[in-house]
């Protein structure tokens, strides 16, 4: 496709229920970013895959967090037992390779009430 | 521990200021470094980069970056602000080790007075 694309774009969920964020990055890019955007906060880094594989998971708050890309394209973010403070932006980014410029997504607003 | 700081978190000018966001980070080996900005309702793009060579890079609707290895720093400029350039600023490095990955700043809010 032409760019990054999320879905869905905002998700309301109830405290305690689980949610899942889609990643589709551009055709051709191997590595996949998540950051969480916060209000008032930077980009805090989640997770990045490497075509299907993840090397650095460090940036994921808690177990409650996981994430998972498949034929090195599509990538999913599941987030178990919502709490209120995990209420964010949550962006996506491709790039072709590892040292290239990311292509965000626009983001996936989730509100956790 | 490896992070980027951006110190200025809000920054008022008026147009025909001059510009400079601050970006130092902190990790000793090899970098590459990245300002991103996002302009109210779009998505985070790339404004420019450094990953070699002359370390005064330009990008974009006239920015500029120079890189400081001594500083470890690699702060934006621009001579001249316009309105269109009130936007969220953001800057990332690449630290290369065994697990390579792209961090950001804490972002600076540039607000341009008309």
């Known amino acids: 496709g032409a760019g990054v694309s999320q879905s869905p774009s905002n998700k309301v969920t109830e405290k305690g229920k689980d949610v899942e964020l889609r990643c589709d990055p551009i055709?051709?890019?191997?590595?996949l970013y998540w950051y969480r955007q916060s209000l008032g906060q930077g980009l805090e880094f989640l997770i990045y895959?490497?075509?299907?594989?993840?090397?650095?998971k460090s940036g994921l708050p808690s177990d409650r967090f996981s994430a998972e890309r498949t034929g090195g394209s599509v990538s999913t973010l599941t987030i178990q037992r919502t709490q209120q403070e995990d209420s964010a932006v949550y962006l996506c980014?491709?790039?072709?390779?590892?040292?290239?410029?990311?292509?965000f997504g626009n983001g996936t607003r989730l509100t956790v009430t | 521990a490896q992070s980027v700081s951006q110190h200025n978190h809000h920054v008022i000018l008026s147009e025909a200021a001059s510009l400079e966001l601050g970006c130092n980070y902190s990790y000793g080996g090899t970098v590459n470094l990245f300002w991103y900005v996002q302009y109210p309702g779009q998505h985070l793009q790339l404004l420019l980069k450094y990953f070699s060579g002359d370390p005064l890079v330009k990008g974009i609707k006239g920015f500029e970056a120079e890189f400081i290895k001594s500083k470890f720093s690699f702060n934006l400029r621009k001579p001249s602000v316009q309105w269109s350039d009130t936007a969220e600023y953001f800057c990332?490095?690449?630290?290369?080790?065994?697990?390579?990955?792209?961090?950001f700043g804490s972002g600076t809010r540039l607000s341009i007075r008309p």
């Open positions: 895959f490497q075509g299907n594989s993840a090397p650095d």
């Open positions: 990332a490095v690449i630290l290369y080790s065994s697990a390579s990955k792209i961090i």
């Open positions: 980014a491709s790039s072709l390779a590892t040292d290239s410029p990311l292509h």
């Open positions: 055709s051709g890019h191997t590595a």
